[in-house]
């Protein structure tokens, strides 16, 4: 499959919050260097990339499961 936007889901906290945003630029930056646009709105080509714990991966799942094929 070939995707055309990538969809970042990313937890923000006073721990981890530099962590996070280093490992979401970097998504980022392959996502630039794929010609992958970054979206907040993720359609059935995205892929959605979840940063963080288990909440954040079972809120990805969540946003994937909204998406309409």
């Known amino acids: 499959m070939n995707y055309d936007t990538i969809h970042i889901i990313r937890k923000l906290d006073a721990a981890t919050s530099a962590r ?3 490992v979401v630029r970097m998504v980022e930056n392959v996502a630039y260097d794929a ?3 970054v979206t907040a709105s993720p359609n059935a ?3 959605v ?3 963080g714990g288990d909440g954040t991966m079972l809120e990805a799942m969540r946003v994937a499961q909204r998406v309409k094929a």
């Open 20 to 22: 996070v945003l280093d």
């Open 35 to 37: 010609a992958l646009e």
């Open 45 to 47: 080509n995205s892929v």
């Open 49 to 51: 990339v979840a940063v």
